[in-house]
């Protein structure tokens, strides 16, 4: 077998996923298509192993190591996304920004706001 036709379907595997990680929203689509990457990823280790006839089998041995890898990535993608699912009822990758501050709270510049007291000023009075 030419290793044309294992790179060819691992190129097509590789780019549907890029695809799928830039213009998908929803967070379980994005995740699948880091999946789909990485299983590319794993048939080029695989098909390179196999036309090179490495003694010691290297590229099986690292696509051992990439699923483990993809295993526990996808367990915290997963708990991760059914966390964010729980507090704001969406998976929207777009509008996730917990990170940001408030847009609907009004700012007080800090001249404008109220001095807080100082303990001692209080055990004073």
């Given at each position: 077998?030419?290793?044309?036709?294992?790179?060819?379907?691992?190129?097509?595997?590789?780019?549907?996923?890029?695809?799928?990680?830039?213009?998908?929203?929803?967070?379980?689509?994005?995740?699948?298509?880091?999946?789909?990457?990485?299983?590319?990823?794993?048939?080029?280790?695989?098909?390179?192993?196999?036309?090179?006839?490495?003694?010691?089998?290297?590229?099986?041995?690292?696509?051992?190591?990439?699923?483990?890898?993809?295993?526990?990535?996808?367990?915290?993608?997963?708990?991760?996304?059914?966390?964010?699912?729980?507090?704001?009822?969406?998976?929207?990758?777009?509008?996730?920004?917990?990170?940001?501050?408030?847009?609907?709270?009004?700012s007080v510049p800090a001249a404008e706001a109220?001095?807080?007291?100082?303990?001692?000023?209080?055990?004073?009075?």
């Amino acid at each position: 077998m030419h290793l044309a036709y294992p790179t060819v379907v691992a190129a097509l595997l590789f780019s549907v996923g890029v695809y799928g990680v830039l213009a998908r929203r929803n967070a379980i689509l994005v995740l699948m298509s880091v999946e789909l990457m990485l299983n590319a990823v794993n048939l080029n280790l695989v098909a390179f192993d196999i036309r090179f006839a490495d003694r010691l089998h290297g590229g099986q041995v690292l696509t051992l190591f990439t699923i483990v890898i993809a295993a526990a990535e996808v367990g915290l993608g997963l708990a991760i996304v059914l966390l964010v699912y729980r507090n704001r009822r969406m998976v929207d990758v777009d509008r996730m920004d917990a990170l940001a501050e408030e847009r609907d709270a009004p700012s007080v510049p800090a001249a404008e706001a109220p001095a807080a007291e100082a303990p001692h000023e209080e055990a004073a009075r």
